[in-house]
């Protein structure tokens, strides 16, 4: 009797505990949903420190000449990086294709050595791409899913996604530098005027009557791109020792880096030629980067052959 109570309660519990994770699986995001949410965040910081810029900024801080140049500097940025950002999303290159195991083993059936089979694309996939949940596809050499470019980074837009940090990294400088310059003018950080500049006294100064709103929302605005800096500078600094390293998000969390090369035969992979970086800073030209993303060379045949 006491048996048969004890299971009985042991599957109500179990029960409890099913449902309860049940629920908590439901009340997790969607992931286009995340998705979504980090585009527009992008796009409503893209377009607000634009105009904001362009329209309030540049011409109280710069007057003739100088304010035209400055305007056309920050055209040229914003434009750099939007070119950056869709150069960088869903790129169909990055799609593993049957055609890429017939460009190898043309009449090979099996899946090949070191390949695998995706069961969801129905597809043999070489080393170094993985499927993406997210995407839905499998990617070639796929160094990890980007919610702001709602894309997964891999071999084909691997160097539009540096970039895109790059110039994400300088525009935002630029905007944060340009907005304290303003607001410094009429609330002095150097003062007692510092204390404005955090939300919650600005937000209470703004009821108060204190602030104007457009001071109080700038002063918001700059908290948000200062935290946008921070975020982009450490995802930079992670995207730059991946290159260099010649590794994927994958190789570096599990430690294990198959497919290393030099730091030349890394950076090739990813700009086709080193030389070819400086007009990747420039705007981001089609150039021919080296290799495929299919075909990579083995660190252990490397190893062998010494
Ligand atoms: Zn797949
Ligand atoms: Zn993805």
Same mark, same amino acid.
């Given at each position: 009797m006491e048996i048969r109570e004890r299971k009985q309660h042991e599957e109500s519990f179990k029960e409890k505990l099913k449902e309860k994770w049940q629920n908590r699986r439901e009340l997790t995001p969607k992931k286009e949903e995340a998705s979504q949410v980090a585009v527009a965040f992008f796009f409503v910081m893209f377009f607000?420190?634009?105009?904001?810029?362009? @329209?309030?900024?540049?011409?109280?801080?710069?007057?003739?000449?100088?304010r035209w140049i400055m305007?056309?500097?920050?055209?040229?940025?914003?434009?750099?990086?939007? &070119?950056?950002?869709?150069?960088s999303y869903f790129d169909t290159a990055n799609y593993v294709k049957p055609e890429a195991k017939e $460009?190898?083993?043309?009449?090979?059936?099996?899946?090949?050595?070191?390949?695998? *089979? /995706?069961?969801? /694309?129905?597809?043999?996939?070489?080393?170094?791409?993985?499927?993406?949940?997210?995407?839905? $596809? /499998?990617?070639? $050499?796929?160094?990890?899913? /980007?919610f702001i470019t709602s894309s997964c980074i891999g071999f084909h837009n691997q160097k539009y996604f540096i970039m895109f940090l790059?110039?994400?990294?300088?525009?935002?400088?630029?905007?944060?530098?340009?907005?304290?310059?303003?607001l410094n003018k009429t609330l002095p950080v150097d003062s007692a005027g510092f204390i404005l500049y955090i939300?919650?006294?600005?937000? *209470?100064?703004?009821?108060?009557?204190?602030?104007?709103?457009?001071?109080?929302?700038?002063?918001?605005?700059?908290? &948000?791109?200062?935290?946008?800096?921070?975020t982009s500078f450490f995802f930079f600094m992670w995207h730059l020792l991946l290159a260099v390293e010649g590794a994927t998000n994958y190789e570096a969390k599990v430690r294990k880096f198959p497919y290393k090369g030099s730091i030349n035969a890394n950076l090739k992979s990813i700009f086709g030629s080193v030389l070819y970086i400086?007009? @990747?800073?420039?705007?981001?030209?089609k150039l021919e980067q080296q290799g495929d993303g299919i075909q990579w060379k083995l660190r252990r045949t490397h190893a062998k052959g010494r």
């Open positions: 607000l420190s634009l105009l904001e810029t362009v @329209f309030v900024l540049l011409p109280t801080i710069y007057g003739g000449w100088e305007i056309g500097v920050t055209l040229w940025m914003f434009y750099t990086t939007l &070119v950056n950002w869709h150069r $460009k190898y083993f043309p009449d090979t059936k099996e899946t090949p050595q070191d390949w695998k *089979h /995706c069961f969801t /694309c129905q597809v043999d996939t070489p080393p170094r791409s993985f499927h993406c949940s997210y995407c839905g $596809k /499998c990617m070639l $050499k796929r160094v990890h899913h /980007c790059v110039w994400s990294l300088a525009s935002l400088g630029y905007v944060i530098y340009h907005q304290l310059m303003y939300p919650p006294v600005t937000i *209470h100064q703004l009821i108060m009557g204190y602030l104007s709103f457009g001071q109080a929302f700038l002063v918001t605005h700059v908290f &948000v791109a200062i935290g946008a800096f921070i400086p007009l @990747f800073l420039i705007f981001p030209f």
